[in-house]
């Protein structure tokens, strides 16, 4: 009898379960859909839907840059490269090569986090895409620069660097 | 001819899933014997997504290895940068502050939810329901917007460091994080009428591929597929770390909820039910957790005194234990990651005799095999 | 058709002077390639776009919206797409099965149109053995798919192959139980005796005739979803298992014959299901046009449009089911055709024609079918309550806009 009986109760169960669930997709057809139409129907430009705090490229602020290689230091994967040489008559201490291999870059954040000044940060760019390899190594000195000497009165504080407006506790 | 790509009845044929089958979840290659659609034997062939995980941790600072750390389980970035977290701190002993463990223990459970909901969406796409997949993604995606508000990125996470975390949670994370805690357990009751419940989902899972807690024992299952056998191990409970013994949260096990114990069919609702618990575990922490530091002192360049130690803690996957030896330099000796995906590998060929190709599909799924955790 | 033909004579004086049987071919052959080359492949397009769309809102995206307005020349994109792309032969396939196989899925879906009536003029042929030739000519198709699997010397194919083959084979039987209940209720082959011998109103319809009727129309909905290889039964294709199955060597045009002879069978089993169960193209009305003067004889349109709405409705509810269900092992799916469809398919075909046999004795049985017509009416609403409270439940925000 528990034969005939477990007979009638699958097709009962399946009945019924199917019943539940196509009334759930049914119910999902009504409602709003999720897609946001990148990279030319969206409600709001792009740039400004990212949160704060968002890891996009990294960027560099050659003028606030101490040349103090803290981040190709902390870089596990070796993508920043930066060159210091004394240049000039008398020779000074000039930060003459700044590169970020992007192509390399996993974005991790810990460079922008031991920047002492916030010279190196991630802005929001995230469209990296490029036919040529050179694209992405990006290079952001062009003529020798000075490097930048923080005021020896005060330290840099969490809400002037740009790191920190990054939304970077320090 | 190597010795798994052997026939051994006559009427047997080789097939190969994989590398490229859309149900290994990765790139990992099963080698089937099957007579007809019924497998006679299954053979893991793992090794296509090596990266060296472990040779690269020991070129780097500890602090450094926190990104790959990451990428050990790409699933569920936050729990593997808790279980190298965990592992340093307790060999260099390193105090944590308290917000700090709560903010991870907040990171890695939505993580957790966000990795089973990976896992039991691309089981129901296995068994064949597209619809469900996409259901569990967005809820995903939501969990995916509050950890890219808390650590501004959206897969690897590299939130966590050694002695804290990296950033606080804003205000508009943590509404998000509340909206989210109301919005989603309904949401998976909707998602369990429309598959969990389902007669043929059950039929399709139901005393397939069954463990039993001896089996689960003897080939090191963890995580939650062991629990899908009814052992009630969780690594947060029966080997408790960060602020865990403090929360209220169930273990739940695999009871047979529709044939016997440790089926597919029980691995997939424990993982549904460990869900519903890790929104309790959220939901405390944002109650529970104190103002104050993020981070304690530690040394930029941390060294550790030479010794050794095995640290585990209980990933969205089971267990994922790092073993450290350090010689007291800057950099570890030796690191070795145990993943559970690895140990769940094993016991397919115990399993797979008997079961057909589309149970084999059912049975990966089942176990939530990701193929990086595998190779690492 | 004659008629029409008739009339074309009447119209065109040239067609006078040629023998009528050549008349009568030349508008047969004329009539069956519109209705293959425009309408069906035209349909089979747009039922593609259409399915795309609906699978995309269920799952809270949008779908393909940028080709044409609101994507709905995406189907020609894909065509022209496919005509451009290479068509491979695997190496080591046996070439010219696997070239042919194609077409033979194809033939035998085109071929089922001959005999379905669109409209009380609007069919190709009515056989008077039409219902018993769609069932057929549609055995074609396995044909096709189990040569495709074969030929194209691959393991996930030729499984593919099998498992369409033993699937279709056993599910001729249910379906053809409910193809003779139906026989046994109107009394002839012919699908236009069918139409006709079932009323305007739903309460007229076969599927309401009475309790038996209705079980048999959903045994045979069941049926024709496994014949057609659609979700739950889409064994032979189950990307998630075989990769893609019998078609998974396949590419360009080749691939798009079995694309099209899916959707062309998607419209089939809408319009058999329509035909046999839910009265064809009876209508209340009768709104007749000559279509600007192009034909002679007015034509009844009203019928037509009621009919293409059933089958259409039975398309979308083959592609809700596809996007809600999981799929059935391949064991699962002979358990459920031999031991569930097959004997409830038997019983009620006894009980219909014993069900017959009262009514003739006691007309008070006639009455059953408002009953059963108000349960599916009682079916709808419950599923529209259900669906509201599912939305109340989570509380996500509803719209209604179809296009975005």
């Known amino acids: ?170 | 001819m190597p010795e798994e790509l052997t026939i051994n009845g006559p009427d047997n044929m080789l097939l190969n899933m994989g590398p490229q089958h859309p149900s290994t979840h990765g790139v990992i290659r099963f080698v089937l014997e099957t007579d007809g659609e019924v497998v006679a034997k299954a053979t893991p062939v793992v090794g296509y997504l090596h990266r060296g995980v472990e040779k690269i941790a020991t070129e780097l600072t500890y602090s450094q290895f926190m990104p790959i750390s990451d990428r050990l389980d790409y699933v569920a970035s936050m729990c593997g940068n808790l279980a190298w977290c965990e592992a340093v701190e307790r060999m260099a002993g390193i105090e944590v502050p308290r917000r700090a463990q709560f903010l991870r223990v907040i990171a890695a459970e939505l993580n957790r939810i966000s990795s089973h909901l990976v896992a039991v969406g691309s089981f129901c796409n296995d068994v064949g329901g597209v619809t469900p997949l996409v259901v569990a993604l967005r809820e995903r995606e939501a969990i995916n917007d509050i950890l890219e508000l808390l650590s501004g990125a959206r897969l690897t996470y590299n939130y966590m460091r050694l002695g804290g975390v990296s950033r606080d949670m804003s205000d508009k994370c943590r509404q998000d994080t509340a909206a989210f805690l109301d919005h989603f357990p309904p949401a998976l009751d909707e998602f369990n009428r429309l598959i969990t419940y389902n007669k043929i989902f059950i039929k399709r899972l139901a005393d397939i591929a069954v463990v039993t807690q001896e089996e689960a024992k003897a080939y090191g299952l963890n995580g939650p597929n062991l629990r899908g056998s009814g052992i009630r191990f969780d690594l947060r409970r029966n080997d408790p770390y960060s602020v865990y013994p403090e929360l209220d949260f169930e273990i739940p096990v695999g009871e047979g909820f529709a044939g016997q114990v440790g089926d597919c069919y029980d691995r997939y609702m424990v993982r549904i039910n460990e869900m519903y618990e890790s929104v309790k575990i959220v939901r405390q922490c944002l109650e529970m957790m104190p103002d104050g530091e993020l981070t304690s002192k530690v040394a930029r360049v941390l060294k550790i005194k030479a010794g050794e130690r095995y640290t585990r803690t209980e990933s969205a996957r089971g267990e994922m234990g790092i073993y450290i030896v350090s010689k007291g330099d800057k950099t570890p000796y030796r690191v070795r990651v145990r993943t559970s995906s690895y140990s769940a590998l094993s016991i397919f060929e115990k399993l797979s005799p008997g079961l057909m190709i589309a149970d084999l599909v059912a049975v990966i799924g089942s176990f939530d095999i990701v193929a990086p955790e595998i190779d690492r | ?404």
């Open chain 1, 1 to 170: 009898m528990s034969a005939v009986a477990a007979y009638f109760r699958n097709i009962r169960e399946a009945t019924l379960t199917v019943f539940d669930g196509m009334s759930v997709s049914l119910s999902y057809l009504f409602r709003k859909p999720i897609t946001v139409q990148y990279p030319d129907r969206t409600p709001q430009p792009i740039l400004d839907m990212i949160p704060e705090g968002y890891r996009g490229i990294l960027d560099v602020k050659t003028e606030i840059c101490t040349a103090c290689m803290a981040c190709m230091r902390t870089c596990p994967v070796q993508v920043i490269n930066i060159v210091v040489e004394k240049v000039g008559d008398p020779p000074k201490r000039m930060l003459t090569h700044f590169g970020i291999n992007v192509a390399k870059c996993m974005f991790c954040g810990l460079c922008s986090e031991s920047c002492p000044t916030g010279a190196i940060y991630h802005s929001k760019e995230f469209e990296g895409a490029s036919s040529r390899f050179d694209d992405l190594v990006r290079f952001f000195v062009d003529q020798p620069v000075v490097p930048y000497k923080p005021p020896k009165t005060e330290k840099p504080e969490a809400g002037e660097t740009p790191a920190a407006t990054n939304g970077e506790p320090t």
């Open chain 3, 1 to 404: 058709m004659r008629f029409f033909a008739d009339s074309l004579i009447e119209t065109w004086p040239f067609l006078q002077g040629w023998p009528p049987w050549l008349v009568y071919t030349l508008v047969m052959f004329a009539f069956g390639a519109v209705v293959l080359f425009g309408f069906v492949s035209l349909f089979a397009g747009i039922v593609t776009v259409v399915e795309r769309r609906i699978a995309a809102r269920m799952q809270f995206r949008i779908g393909p919206n940028r080709v044409g307005y609101q994507g709905c020349l995406q189907w020609l994109a894909d065509g022209i797409k496919n005509f451009t792309k290479e068509d491979l032969t695997p190496a080591g396939a046996s070439k010219m099965l696997y070239l042919f196989a194609p077409y033979l899925v194809f033939t035998g879906l085109f071929l089922t149109f001959v005999a379905l009536p669109f409209g009380q003029a609007l069919v190709i042929s009515d056989l008077n053995v039409g219902i018993f030739y769609i069932l057929a000519v549609s055995s074609f198709v396995t044909v096709g798919l189990v040569l495709a699997g074969w030929a194209s010397n691959n393991k996930w194919a030729l499984l593919g192959g099998i498992r369409s083959a033993a699937q279709i084979v056993s599910y001729e039987i249910p379906t053809g139980l409910a193809v003779l209940t139906v026989v046994l209720m109107s009394g002839t082959l012919s699908t236009q005796g069918i139409i006709s011998s079932q009323g305007i109103w739903p309460w007229d319809w076969f599927a309401s005739a009475n309790p038996f009727a209705f079980i048999i129309f959903i045994i045979f909905f069941i049926s024709t979803l496994a014949e057609g290889n659609r979700v739950p039964f889409d064994l032979p294709e189950a990307e998630s298992e075989l990769v893609a199955g019998y078609n998974v060597e396949y590419s360009g045009m080749r691939f798009v014959f079995f694309f099209f002879a899916e959707y062309a069978n998607l419209f089939v089993m809408g319009a058999l299901t329509a035909i046999l169960f839910f009265g064809g193209w009876n209508s209340p009305f009768n709104w007749s046009t000559s279509l600007f003067g192009l034909f002679p004889q007015p034509l009844e349109v009203s019928g037509t449009l009621f009919f293409m709405t059933k089958a259409l409705s039975f398309v979308v509810l083959i592609i809700w089911l596809r996007w809600t269900l999981p799929r059935l092992r391949v064991d699962q799916l002979m358990v459920v055709c031999w031991q569930y469809l097959t004997p409830i398919a038997f019983v009620c075909m006894l009980g219909t024609a014993f069900w017959m046999v009262g009514a003739h004795r006691w007309g008070a049985l006639d009455y059953v079918k408002y009953p059963i017509f108000l349960f599916g009416v009682f079916l709808v609403l419950a599923m529209a309550a259900r669906t509201v409270r599912n939305i109340r439940l989570v509380g996500d925000p509803v719209d209604l806009n179809p296009f975005q």
